[in-house]
């Protein structure tokens, strides 16, 4: 079964209602080995912040170094989000394995007149896949209520119930204590219940709990539970730090918690205690890992700040009391006028929410790609009856979206808010990617095809004609559906995923330039979003051997041609080189050989992270980095530090360093802000582990695509922080959670990165991958060489290697292949060419055997 089948399977099963219980999801599980059994689960219910409080305890749990399942809806781009293990979405091939598993049971049951809902069947299939991942414990948040919701089938080994207000008052009850008495029933027997509830609410949550004999927690913040003098956790808002980040205060009975969280507005606070009392009651104690994981918890479409002139925010407040707390978060941020863009599903209280919301400029309606969606003229007349703003009826989110920031001014704000279906279009808008493919062959354009989704019978046909100029892409439904008919007008083969509506669909277009050109024109007409689909398309490599398409500053290395980054380790226990330079004389000798023999950059780390490796403190690392840095300052290269440590980071910029080289992909939170203050290039990797875990085996459906999607979350992510798209270097991790024979497909494939429109760092250097072409890990000269001139033909701005004067040689034979007329080789007495030549023409003495900082260390050598 291709996944596609698999996710029209389970979208085509929103059809049946829902029926309250838990019956049908415990015989389905019943039916695939209780693979629920076994697992310690945590269920998180509530009207409103229990997404934000499973990902906060998510990301607690996991800084402890546990193994976590998270399950939570909706999903923004595809079904798959909803189900993360560390992260990481359920690969495609899970979910075909476990629709393959269910779907003749289902049939079944569905032909007695008994099927199961979407909801209950995905829920099972979270539980599923967290047994075959051997998670820690798995984090669930509730759908609806909570006694009869599907995650109920669980017996949870702690619960949190957040607030409780009127909501599906047709399912739920007619009043605040009914609600409150079924979202109380995830209580789990003898063991703790989180809630921030009060009144009434609170008084019948512990009430449902005494039954159960659970131990009722309770958080008060400022925006409920009980009084603090009766709390047993307090927790306190200390207001918006910047747009992407408040200050949280948390006090318990002998401990306390200052941090801050990547999420604002006064509510959050009070997630945040809950999620803090939800933790120490899985044993999570220390107060340091409580303020790392909370720091981390990143949580898109919950007061995401995605530009700053105009602010642009997006918001998923999807009820009145949500959009009453939108506005006093809103009253934090500074701005002249606000030009709302709403939209929102047919079954919800438009007006109540309507008056809930700030006073605003300008109103733009929309509908989101999805049949529950309220008609956008409906929610003009609404607005004006409710306020006294322009308001326009729109049509797709992208169009109102774009036609709000048109409207607004520099000091403005754009709001989009109403549902998170909304805010899951509006973010294609700086996430989507177009991915370059080569294509030789029909055989690689029916792999590319069949990777995308495309129905069977439409692969041949479309393989025929797709030799050519060829892309890859994500746009919505009915994009996809003018999509297809605009490109058959301009000669361009267009490949559509076979998913239904539930998911962006994914699209490949081969042509001529010419045709690409006849096509995007055409696009620029329409409205749907088309526009931004044809710009990205405009902006998009030729092909995935391209040159980067950023447009890095002129003074950088890489900005002409691909740069070499050598190697400086200063520490004692590095795989290849350990302690060779941890000399400080040694040090210089080494930079001052790199630079002689061609580097364009010298590389500095100070803590390995190869496995097993120990952690360095950040004084260590300090000391071992800064008298380094500061003697080497006027070596003729760029000097990046190879750390993890935003403090690390900030000494060595202080020192003299100009570059910062983050193996964990800005893990540390204060990386990203550093980068942006200091207005310094940073490399971003992509790392499952670091230090690696030799244990570590990740699902990948496609290593290279899969790695492209999770950096530019990262690289979006630097953006909001105030960092230019220009500034930041990927780099995809080789050797990070990879298998030899996945790092040979990112080298082959390299240009693909240039999706994401920044500069591409390559780092092999004497990796564990070059066992797969008969050679030692640790010391795979030969190997390294080969890889580096493929590397730069395939598009590398940066490769990281050890041994200098060789790899610079291979650099520049590939820019000669790529450009012979034009090239023009350095000559002694210009630049790198008076280093390499009237140097000792060998830089690093035996030539392969030295050292390696963090990203050369993440091997199994």
């Keep these: 079964m291709r ?63 546990r193994r976590v399942g998270l399950y939570t809806s909706p999903h923004f781009e595809d079904v798959r989000e909803r189900v993360r293990v560390d992260g990481r979405s359920i690969p495609k091939a899970e979910v075909a394995a476990f629709v393959e598993a269910a779907k003749p049971w289902l049939v079944g049951r569905a032909a007695d007149g008994e099927p199961l809902t979407f909801f209950e069947v995905v829920t099972a299939l979270a539980l599923w896949r967290f047994d075959r991942a051997d998670v820690d414990v798995a984090v669930l948040e509730v759908g609806m209520g909570g006694e009869y919701d599907a995650t109920s089938v669980v017996d949870p080994v702690a619960a949190a119930v957040t607030n409780v207000s009127l909501e599906h008052t047709a399912v739920l009850g007619d009043t605040v204590e009914e609600i409150a008495r079924t979202k109380a029933k995830v209580a789990p027997a003898g063991g703790p219940l989180v809630t921030a509830t009060e009144g009434e609410s609170l008084a019948t949550v512990r009430e449902v709990a005494g039954d159960r004999d659970a131990d009722v927690i309770t958080v008060s913040g400022p925006t409920g539970g009980p009084d603090p003098a009766d709390a047993d956790l307090t927790a306190r808002y200390e207001g918006a730090v910047s747009p992407q980040e408040s200050r949280v205060a948390l006090v318990g009975d002998g401990w306390a918690v200052e941090t801050r969280i990547p999420l604002l507005g006064a509510y959050q606070a009070t997630n945040a205690g809950v999620a803090a009392a939800l933790a120490r009651a899985l044993d999570v104690e220390d107060g340091g890992t409580l303020a790392r994981g909370l720091r981390n918890a990143h949580w898109p479409g919950r007061f995401e700040v995605m530009e700053s002139e105009p602010l642009v925010v997006l918001d998923g407040a999807h009820n009145p009391a949500a959009c009453g707390t939108l506005g006093e978060t809103l009253s934090e941020l500074d701005y002249d006028d606000l030009h709302l863009v709403f939209g929102a599903m047919h079954d919800k209280d438009h007006a109540e929410m309507a008056a809930a919301l700030p006073p605003t400029a300008t109103v733009h309606t929309c509908a989101p790609s999805l049949d529950r969606a309220e008609d956008p003229e409906v929610l003009a007349r609404v607005f004006e009856r409710e306020t006294d703003a322009a308001v326009t009826a729109g049509d797709s989110v992208a169009d109102a979206l774009g036609a709000a920031r048109e409207a607004a001014d520099p000091d403005d704000c754009v709001l989009l808010t109403g549902s998170l279906f909304c805010v899951a279009e509006a973010r294609t808008t700086w996430t989507r990617q177009v991915v370059p493919k080569d294509l030789d062959d029909e055989a690689g354009a029916r792999d590319t095809l069949a990777d995308a989704n495309v129905p069977t019978p439409e692969i041949d046909p479309t393989a025929r004609e797709s030799v050519h100029r060829t892309v890859k892409t994500r746009v919505s439904e009915s994009q996809a559906t003018t999509l297809r008919r605009e490109a058959a007008g301009a000669g361009v083969a267009c490949g559509v995923s076979g998913v239904g509506g539930g998911e962006l669909a994914e699209v490949v277009l081969s042509g001529s330039r010419a045709e690409f050109d006849a096509l995007v024109g055409a696009l620029e007409g329409l409205g749907d979003g ?79 992270t190869r496995p097993g490796a120990e952690t360095v403190s950040v004084e ?65 990797m992509h790392s499952i582990d670091a230090p690696v875990d030799p244990e570590s085996d990740p699902d990948y459906d496609d290593v290279v695509e899969d790695a492209i999607a999770e950096l530019g979350e990262r690289v979006l992510l630097a953006e909001k922080a105030g960092i230019p798209r220009e500034n930041v270097i990927v780099d995809p991790g080789i050797g990070f959670g990879k298998s030899p024979r996945e790092n040979f497909a990112i080298l082959g494939r390299l240009g693909e990165f240039d999706a994401l429109g920044c500069p591409v760092l390559f780092g092999h250097s004497h990796k564990r991958m070059f066992e797969l072409t008969g050679e030692t890990a640790g010391d795979a000269p030969h190997g390294t060489v080969a890889a580096t001139a493929l590397a730069a033909a395939n598009g590398a701005d940066i490769v990281r290697v050890h041994d200098a004067a060789e790899n610079v040689a291979a650099v520049r034979v590939a820019a000669a292949a790529a450009d012979p007329e034009g090239f023009d080789a350095p000559r002694p007495g210009d630049g790198d060419g008076d ?20 990203d050369g260390d993440g091997e199994d050598a």
């Design 3 to 65: 996944y596609y089948e698999a996710a029209n399977f389970l979208f085509d099963l929103r059809r049946f209602q829902v029926k309250p219980g838990t019956e049908s999801v415990r015989d389905l599980l019943a039916h695939l080995g209780d693979p629920h059994e076994g697992i310690d689960f945590v269920q998180v219910a509530g009207s409103n912040g229990k997404g934000s409080v499973a990902r906060m305890v998510e990301s607690v749990l996991r800084e402890e170094g």
């Design 530 to 608: 088309l526009a931004g689909v044809a710009a990205d398309l405009r902006g998009a490599p030729d092909s995935a051997s391209a040159s980067s398409a950023s447009a890095p500053a002129d003074d950088y290395p890489w900005s002409d041609g691909t740069a070499v980054m050598g190697v400086l380790n200063v520490t004692p226990d590095s795989f290849h080189d350990g302690g060779e330079f941890f000399d400080e004389a040694d040090a210089r000798a080494r930079a001052e050989a790199l630079a002689a023999a061609g580097a364009d950059i010298v590389d500095v780390g100070g803590e390995s």
């Design 620 to 684: 260590e690392e300090i000391a071992r980095i800064e008298p380094v840095i500061e003697a080497i300052a006027d070596v003729d290269a760029l000097i990046s530090v190879d750390t993890r440590k935003a403090a690390v980071a900030e000494a060595a910029l202080d020192a003299g360093a100009d570059v910062l080289n983050d193996v964990t992909g800005l893990e540390d939170p204060e990386m990203r802000f550093l980068a942006a203050e200091r207005d310094v290039p940073v490399i971003v």
């Design 835 to 854: 280093r390499e030549e009237n140097g000792d023409g060998d830089a690093e003495g035996a030539g392969n055997e030295d050292g390696t900082g963090g």
